[in-house]
């Protein structure tokens, strides 16, 4: 049986998006045309504000000059949109969804840590915080307990539930993988099958 994992795209904001009770770990090729996942917010972050959580200047300039690359192609797409007559149209929707999540093209490049940060300083959610444990489940045989950060799964950053469950629907189903959890501030190590966790989960912000 399936736990109840929630599933939230990497890096969205927390009070936007509504989380999706149990249901398959795909990603949405798009968002339905009568209801946008994010109607239409633009990445609002200063370069002071990057540097302050914790990225340095130069990289944070340059992050920043991308962040607003990216903005000025949403309000060209906008403008596209009204002037064509297909605005707020599914083609509309399909476009603007590909916009909205190009930062996080950034990550490879510039690191788990940096990429921390600048969730952050997007207002983003940028951990996984254990709401409930659902009983008889591996996350309970394995000592999972409501408010524990899930940090790391098969030693891979895990900032988002979308991450979670795709990381835990990969590989050979039952295989013992290592996850990171942290708690009381400290970093616990805990052992899971691969596959359904069994937890609730829900989206924080939490300063680097």
């Known amino acids: 049986m399936r736990g109840i994992e929630y599933m939230i795209p990497a890096g969205l904001p927390v009070a936007t998006v509504e989380p999706e009770v149990d249901g398959p770990d795909e990603r949405p090729a798009e968002p339905p045309p009568e209801k946008p996942v994010i109607a239409s917010r633009f990445y609002h972050t200063s370069v002071e504000q990057l540097i302050e959580a914790g990225i340095p200047a130069v990289l944070a300039a340059d992050i920043k000059a991308r962040l607003d690359g990216w903005n000025w192609e949403r309000l060209q797409l906008q403008d596209r949109a009204k002037r064509e007559g297909w605005f707020n149209t599914a083609r509309?929707?399909?476009?603007?969804?590909?916009?909205?999540?190009?930062?996080?093209?950034?990550?490879?490049?510039?690191?788990?840590?940096?990429?921390?940060?600048?969730?952050?300083?997007?207002?983003?959610s940028n951990r996984v915080r254990v709401q409930d444990v659902i009983q008889f489940s591996p996350?309970?045989?394995?000592?999972?307990?409501?408010?524990?950060?899930?940090?790391?799964?098969?030693?891979?950053?895990?900032?988002?539930?979308?991450?979670?469950?795709?990381?835990?629907?990969?590989?050979?189903?039952?295989?013992?993988?290592?996850?990171?959890?942290?708690?009381?501030?400290?970093?616990?190590?805990?052992?899971?099958?691969?596959?359904?966790?069994?937890?609730?989960?829900?989206?924080?912000?939490?300063?680097?």
């Open 92 to 124: 509309y929707y399909k476009e603007l969804f590909a916009l909205q999540r190009v930062h996080e093209s950034l990550r490879p490049e510039i690191g788990d840590e940096n990429y921390d940060r600048l969730l952050y300083a997007l207002s983003y």
């Open 139 to 208: 996350a309970e045989q394995a000592g999972l307990q409501a408010g524990d950060r899930i940090i790391e799964y098969g030693g891979q950053r895990v900032f988002s539930d979308y991450e979670l469950n795709a990381l835990s629907s990969e590989g050979r189903a039952g295989a013992t993988v290592l996850a990171r959890v942290a708690r009381d501030g400290e970093l616990l190590d805990v052992y899971l099958p691969r596959g359904p966790i069994g937890v609730r989960t829900t989206p924080e912000r939490v300063a680097p």
